[in-house]
Structures are given as structure tokens and as C-alpha cells.
């Protein structure tokens, strides 16, 4: 009995993501799901990208949707960069789905973004099985997690099309085995880029974001 | 539609998990479910606690349950230490059921198990919303993870009856705020103990598990 319901779920989401990705395309937004577990270095890495945009030789607009269980923190923090942004909280919800992100829309400004951030609920499982209408999905781990994550959460690094690994200047003290990481990952995603980066010092950042900016095609290769 | 769904699967649910709680009785199994984020230390804290059960005035069985996603990596640890433990892959789901732990139970020796560990999916939100039959819900935080996370995820430090805050030998690095955590937690939890460790030193690990086995009621106050 529980299986129907969830499968007409999620091709109800599925129906209103391909809505939400017609709507992005003509207006030109570029849309990045950002998932990771709590913590993991989402909104600090979203930051990090918003103080680098006026630096760069073309010029973007940036977006973010924020989505929490709870709280406008991350949002909050965003505002602070004069950046556009929608909070919405889940209630208790593990996932954003994309009825969410269509009622999201009407507050941003679509016209004058051209690079949209979705920063997902906290959360390893559940996002990556609900499509938003996104260009990509970014799934962002963190060395004090450990290594092994991509061999317990496989179905999250199967949907990303880009891997960062966070908080990289720390993977010394955490004793981080980078070969096996990249093994897990490898597992279930033979060519997806991965990325090590710090939030903190802003190591790897600028190579991450050309990167992303290339598989966007907002930047040449 | 859904929500009738939902009521009546956590309705069977609580059936379940009654039914689990009066074998555990029974057997004179004291039960900890151990909920976390992926990578805050649930398995670490547990081999700590395993390593220290000899060392204990009282003698004491131990045993556990491992829930993940995929893999068996945290059961192959556990097992390593010569205590029975049974791996529960859940496939796809978020959390932990209480029929998934009572299909565990035919497979371990209850009579000579006094604490059971159950490790959940690493998931700072489903887990909290389904009722096994434990006798504590033990929350670990991580300080890498930030101080914000009682506020982002609130239904799971309610729904703690002890939190421990791991990585606490890190706190400088990251320059974790003690006192926003703290009143993050009371604002949804007025009276929790809340015990700082490091899985990694062993600092604080004595103090925990002491308070732990009074909550118990496996060692006198």
C-alpha cells in the first residue's frame, strides 16, 4: 500500500521539477542543488562563491534558496552578503522537493540572477531522490566526517554531477585516507569531479568555482 | 491522502516498538539508541564504551545494532572487538524501525547482553520520529559539525535523553561557541545532560559513560 503513494509522489515532483527547470531556462538562472550533511560546510562554501563573484571577469548575479528543518540562520547570513534570498523551512520534512522551490520562486528576482544556489536540508539520504529542476547537483562532503561516507551513503554521491570535499586543511588532524575516499566515490561515480577545498582558509575554492562555472557554461574551459 | 498513510505506518510503528521494549525487559537488556549525524562519532563512542565495559566494577554484556544505508563497515568493527552485533541495511530509508530491530533480535544473545547499543542511520531527522523500544535516546553532536545545530535541528534534540558533544579536543579549531550549543539545546530540552568527549582522546569518555549507565540504572548515583 505505501509503495503507489510514494511513486505518485515523486512523479508528481518529478512532473513540477521539469516546470521549475522550463522556468529557469527562460530566464537564464543557473541552478546549483547543494547537498550535504549537516554541518558538512554548506552555507560557508555558498559564502565563499558570493565574495568571489564581483572578482570575476564575467559578471553574475547570484540566488540562494535556503532550506532548513528550522530556523533562518544560513538565510540571515546570506542577507548579510546583500545576496537574494528565500528561507523555507520544511517543517519536519528531510528534504526539499520541488512544489517547495515553485513557491520560492515568485519571491526572487529570476531576471537579474543568473547563478542560483539551493542549499538543501542537512542530510545524506532522502534530497538526492526528489528532483528541484536543477542544472547539477553539488554534493559537498567534509574530512571530519571520514572517509568511508560515499560507501554508506551511495545513492547521495551517485546523483552528484560535482564533489567537494571540505575542510580539506584539516585532513591531516583527522588522519583523512584520501585514496579510499576517492575509491567510494569512484564506486558509484566513475568520472564526477572532485574537488578538495577549505571554507576556512579559502584553499581550492577558485579552482572549485571554475570549475563549476565551466559545467554550468557560464565560463569557457 | 498521505497523511492518513503516514499516522497509520507510525501508529504499527509504536505497536512494534512496545512489543520490542516488554522482550527487552524480559531479557534484562538495557537499550540506547544512538542518533547523529553521518560521521559525528557514533561508532567510535560506542568501541570506546566497549573498550572500558571490562574495566567496570559491575560486569556488564554488551551487544549492538548497526543501521546504515549499505555496507557493513561499522558492524565489521564492532564484530572486531568480539561482541555480537547485527547489521541492519535499510536500503533506502532515513531511519530505523522498530520491525527492522525486531528481525534483529532472533540474532543475538539477549540473555547475555545487559546494554545494546543501536546505531541509527546517520540522520539528525528522521530517526528522532520513529519509537524502537530503547530505553534512552542518546543524541551526539559534533563540533565540527557548528553550534548552531540544535536550532537547525530541533525535533532531535527534543527528542534526546542524553546529548554528548563529540570532537571536543577540536572546539579551539573551530572555534565552536559552547554557550550558543548549550542554549540551543535547553531552548528545546531544559534539562539533558550534556557531556563534552573526544572519541579521539578518550577525554570525557569516563564522566559519559558514567552518567550513562546511571541513566540506566546499570550503576548506582
Same mark, same amino acid.
Given at each position: ?44 562554501? +555558498?559564502?565563499? !562563491? ?8 564575467? @559578471? *553574475? $548575479? %547570484? ?54 544556489? +539551493?542549499?538543501? !536540508? ?8 526528489? @528532483? *528541484? $529542476? %536543477? ?87
Amino acid at each position: 500500500m505505501q509503495v503507489p503513494v510514494i511513486q505518485q509522489i515523486l512523479k508528481a515532483n518529478d512532473q513540477i521539477a521539469a516546470e521549475n527547470e522550463k522556468t529557469f531556462r527562460a530566464a537564464g538562472v543557473h541552478v546549483v542543488n547543494v547537498m550535504a550533511s549537516p554541518g558538512a560546510g554548506k552555507t560557508s562554501l +555558498i559564502l565563499q !562563491v558570493l565574495d568571489r563573484l564581483p572578482g570575476l571577469p564575467v @559578471r *553574475l $548575479g %547570484a540566488g540562494v534558496i535556503e532550506g532548513d528543518i528550522a530556523s533562518s540562520i544560513d538565510a540571515d547570513l546570506i542577507a548579510a552578503h546583500g545576496v537574494p534570498v528565500v528561507q523555507i523551512n520544511t517543517g519536519g520534512n528531510c528534504h526539499l522537493d520541488a512544489p517547495m522551490i515553485r513557491s520560492a520562486l515568485d519571491h526572487l528576482p529570476l531576471d537579474n540572477i543568473d547563478l542560483l544556489f +539551493i542549499e538543501n !536540508v542537512g542530510n545524506l539520504i532522502c534530497p538526492a531522490n526528489y @528532483r *528541484l $529542476g %536543477a542544472d547539477l547537483n553539488l554534493v559537498i562532503a567534509s574530512v571530519p566526517e571520514g572517509h568511508d561516507k560515499p560507501y554508506k551513503y551511495p545513492g547521495m554521491f551517485a546523483s552528484a554531477d560535482l564533489v567537494v570535499l571540505n575542510k580539506y586543511d584539516l585532513a591531516e588532524v583527522f588522519e583523512f585516507d584520501d585514496a579510499a575516499f576517492d575509491r567510494g566515490v569512484r564506486m558509484v561515480n566513475p568520472t564526477v569531479p572532485i574537488h578538495r577545498v577549505s571554507a576556512r582558509t579559502g584553499e581550492g575554492v577558485e579552482a572549485w568555482l571554475s570549475g563549476l562555472l565551466q559545467q554550468l557554461a557560464l565560463q569557457p574551459a
